[in-house]
RNA sequence: GCGCCUGUAGCUCAAUUGGAUAGAGCGUUGGAUUCCGGUUCCAAAGGUUGGGGGUUCGAUUCCCUUCAGGCGUACCA
């Protein structure tokens, strides 16, 4: 509805400089932060002024005269400031819009400008060994939270998750279950420091130990190890997942990149392309021949390949998946290697604008004021799950989502808590709570909300400013998805509460006027709707009680 | 050294992508309920947007410079 306004504002404003056969003028269109300069804004007159040499002001007042507007879309049209023309869109305009609410219910801000392109967006990653962390947990909640924006949009989805069990830190793993093992069937063991020292391996150790007994007392071979706590960590990691309430669509392992020859082929094609040399004993992708300042070793002297290969590699596959959009959600510490690997797609003759690279910030763990680096070997990290058994699940997800994706994170776990008391996830979830609750009174009394309930008596202000903010979801799931920026969904459930909060605070729903209650009912329900979308799609819940 | 990210109220963060008076929560101080859930609402105090320069009608946003922190700069993933 507010899109079908700004077109018609647009289309005003597109008459006016027609007839001063103005062209190639940019209209913009605001919505104003403070509420006294209308619902509407333009800086036209601004642009113009320059252009034109004259007075700002003075062109908005023309442009003011100039234009004949419909007085049932637009109340008035006021000049301001420097010379912004702020139009006042007429409440009548809003309340089919609020109708709408109450018809789609939880249809309402979906949309499908996505066409069902297929999308892809590739998360968390994380190698199996060990649980996933609150570092991991910040990627995994960005990560499934654009997913549902993107769904919420019309795309068509697939959450896949990228893993290598084979390499160096697996064969650290296995070795370190296998020492384990031998701890516990009563073997005097040194256990080296760099080895995993999480208690998990232990507790895999004894699984084996409690299946087989010493069967494998002399056996020097890991594999079996490795198997079983591979195993073992990827269920652990899917319990984790699912709990945060989605699911991976792909598990897509590196080996089958070797296993199929796809490393092979985009060797072959990247030499094609003479971007390959050998030089002191390994191959190198000559980076330096695209613009960059360095090659970099691809496989190395031992005939293993880097990670760049294979990520190069594995993005090939992407795109002959038949993926239309690819997203990648990476830590602050990819951010050097996924030029290299865009580049490569570029010269295999991709279409890199396909890919869109998220970086988000780390977790930095604070304890007793200092700063802690994270490391799953040395198991001085703090799980996911266990922040969910202390917080719950929708704080979880909330306060990973409440900061822009760029900004560090400090975690502390007794901030965490403390903040979980009075995190605003309870300011959202209560507003549905109190918006359920008066229904129910409502029902009670034997009060229900009617097919079309007479909204055009919401006149107070705290009536109206809900309404205009109620109506904005689609725009807002749009902006949000196309920005990627989850935030803003936060922010925005945020505003939504504190409206209807107010709007409870002035307004008793249920009163003598049948037809003022019907209204009000009907305002309620709507805000119930937006609240419930909202949490829905970034995975949290939206209460009857609490 | 070089590259990327960050720096906004005492604390944790926003700011519609260059707009008008930089906004919320927590904390502090004061106030509101005979009534649908007080986990609520209202008000006050709190700012040289790290510092300095530039671009223009207009800068938290873009450019340069400087300071501070994080990440990277591997034949580790």
């Given at each position: 509805m507010i899109m079908r306004i700004e077109t018609y504002v647009e289309n005003l404003l597109q008459i006016y400089l027609e007839e001063k056969s103005l062209k190639n003028v940019k209209i913009n269109l605001d919505k104003p932060k403070h509420k006294n300069f209308g619902d509407l804004s333009t800086n036209i007159a601004l642009q113009l002024a320059s252009h034109l040499k004259l007075n700002p002001r003075q062109i908005a007042e023309e442009i003011k005269n100039k234009i004949k507007f419909d007085k049932n879309i637009i109340e008035k049209i006021e000049i301001a400031g420097p010379g912004f023309i702020n139009f006042y869109i007429s409440n009548t305009s809003y309340y089919s819009s609020l109708i709408q609410i109450l018809t789609e219910?939880?249809?309402?801000?979906?949309?499908?400008?996505?066409?069902?392109?297929?999308t892809q967006v590739e998360f968390i990653?994380?190698?199996?060994?060990g649980p996933l962390t609150i570092g991991h947990g910040r990627q995994a909640v960005l990560g499934d939270t654009i997913a549902r924006l993107y769904e919420a949009c019309g795309y068509d989805v697939t959450r896949e998750y990228y893993f290598n069990n084979a390499g160096r830190q697996m064969r650290i793993l296995g070795e370190s279950v296998r020492l384990r093992y031998l701890e516990l069937i009563g073997e005097k063991i040194e256990f080296p420091e760099d080895y995993y020292q999480g208690t998990y391996i232990t507790d895999v150790a004894r699984v084996i130990y409690e299946e087989v007994?010493?069967?494998?007392?002399?056996?020097?071979?890991?594999t079996f190890f490795k198997d079983k706590a591979e195993e073992s960590v990827f269920a652990e990691i899917k319990k984790t997942i699912a709990r945060l309430k989605f699911k991976m669509d792909v598990f897509y392992n590196e080996k089958s990149l070797y296993d199929e020859g796809k490393i092979n082929e985009v060797l072959e094609l990247l030499k094609k392309k003479s971007l390959i040399i050998e030089k002191d004993g390994a191959t190198w992708f000559q980076t330096s021949k695209l613009g960059k300042e360095q090659d970099r070793v691809i496989i190395k002297g031992t005939g293993e390949p880097t990670y760049r290969l294979p990520d190069i590699a594995y993005h090939r596959e992407k795109f002959k998946r038949g993926f239309e959009l690819i997203i990648d959600i990476f830590g602050a510490d990819h951010i050097a290697t996924y030029p290299d690997v865009i580049l490569a797609l570029k010269e295999m003759g991709y279409d890199t604008d396909k890919v869109k690279v998220l970086i988000h910030q780390f977790v930095t763990l604070m304890e007793n004021g200092k700063k802690v680096k994270m490391s799953t070997r040395k198991a001085n990290f703090v799980t996911l799950d266990e922040l969910m058994d202390e917080v719950g699940e929708d704080v979880t997800r909330f306060f990973f989502l409440m900061r822009h994706m760029n900004s560090h994170l400090n975690f502390d776990m007794n901030l965490a808590k403390t903040q979980s008391e009075e995190n605003p996830v309870y300011y959202v979830q209560y507003a549905h709570a109190r918006i359920c609750s008066i229904i129910k009174v409502g029902n009670e009394q034997g009060i229900t909300l009617q097919?079309?309930?007479?909204?055009?008596?919401?006149?107070?202000e705290e009536e109206t400013d809900l309404i205009k903010h109620l109506i904005e979801l689609p725009e807002i799931i749009k902006d949000s998805a196309l920005n990627n920026e989850p935030h803003r969904i936060i922010k925005y459930l945020i505003d939504t509460a504190t409206l209807f909060h107010k709007f409870y605070t002035e307004c008793?729903?249920?009163?003598?006027d049948k037809d003022l209650t019907q209204a009000r009912l009907g305002l309620c329900e709507a805000t119930k709707t937006v609240i419930a979308n909202g949490c829905n799609l970034i995975g949290i819940s939206a209460p009857q009680r609490m």
């Amino acid at each position: 509805m507010i899109m079908r306004i700004e077109t018609y504002v647009e289309n005003l404003l597109q008459i006016y400089l027609e007839e001063k056969s103005l062209k190639n003028v940019k209209i913009n269109l605001d919505k104003p932060k403070h509420k006294n300069f209308g619902d509407l804004s333009t800086n036209i007159a601004l642009q113009l002024a320059s252009h034109l040499k004259l007075n700002p002001r003075q062109i908005a007042e023309e442009i003011k005269n100039k234009i004949k507007f419909d007085k049932n879309i637009i109340e008035k049209i006021e000049i301001a400031g420097p010379g912004f023309i702020n139009f006042y869109i007429s409440n009548t305009s809003y309340y089919s819009s609020l109708i709408q609410i109450l018809t789609e219910k939880e249809e309402f801000g979906k949309s499908n400008i996505g066409k069902n392109l297929k999308t892809q967006v590739e998360f968390i990653s994380a190698n199996p060994t060990g649980p996933l962390t609150i570092g991991h947990g910040r990627q995994a909640v960005l990560g499934d939270t654009i997913a549902r924006l993107y769904e919420a949009c019309g795309y068509d989805v697939t959450r896949e998750y990228y893993f290598n069990n084979a390499g160096r830190q697996m064969r650290i793993l296995g070795e370190s279950v296998r020492l384990r093992y031998l701890e516990l069937i009563g073997e005097k063991i040194e256990f080296p420091e760099d080895y995993y020292q999480g208690t998990y391996i232990t507790d895999v150790a004894r699984v084996i130990y409690e299946e087989v007994g010493d069967k494998f007392k002399n056996d020097t071979d890991i594999t079996f190890f490795k198997d079983k706590a591979e195993e073992s960590v990827f269920a652990e990691i899917k319990k984790t997942i699912a709990r945060l309430k989605f699911k991976m669509d792909v598990f897509y392992n590196e080996k089958s990149l070797y296993d199929e020859g796809k490393i092979n082929e985009v060797l072959e094609l990247l030499k094609k392309k003479s971007l390959i040399i050998e030089k002191d004993g390994a191959t190198w992708f000559q980076t330096s021949k695209l613009g960059k300042e360095q090659d970099r070793v691809i496989i190395k002297g031992t005939g293993e390949p880097t990670y760049r290969l294979p990520d190069i590699a594995y993005h090939r596959e992407k795109f002959k998946r038949g993926f239309e959009l690819i997203i990648d959600i990476f830590g602050a510490d990819h951010i050097a290697t996924y030029p290299d690997v865009i580049l490569a797609l570029k010269e295999m003759g991709y279409d890199t604008d396909k890919v869109k690279v998220l970086i988000h910030q780390f977790v930095t763990l604070m304890e007793n004021g200092k700063k802690v680096k994270m490391s799953t070997r040395k198991a001085n990290f703090v799980t996911l799950d266990e922040l969910m058994d202390e917080v719950g699940e929708d704080v979880t997800r909330f306060f990973f989502l409440m900061r822009h994706m760029n900004s560090h994170l400090n975690f502390d776990m007794n901030l965490a808590k403390t903040q979980s008391e009075e995190n605003p996830v309870y300011y959202v979830q209560y507003a549905h709570a109190r918006i359920c609750s008066i229904i129910k009174v409502g029902n009670e009394q034997g009060i229900t909300l009617q097919k079309n309930p007479p909204v055009d008596l919401l006149k107070t202000e705290e009536e109206t400013d809900l309404i205009k903010h109620l109506i904005e979801l689609p725009e807002i799931i749009k902006d949000s998805a196309l920005n990627n920026e989850p935030h803003r969904i936060i922010k925005y459930l945020i505003d939504t509460a504190t409206l209807f909060h107010k709007f409870y605070t002035e307004c008793r729903v249920i009163v003598d006027d049948k037809d003022l209650t019907q209204a009000r009912l009907g305002l309620c329900e709507a805000t119930k709707t937006v609240i419930a979308n909202g949490c829905n799609l970034i995975g949290i819940s939206a209460p009857q009680r609490m």
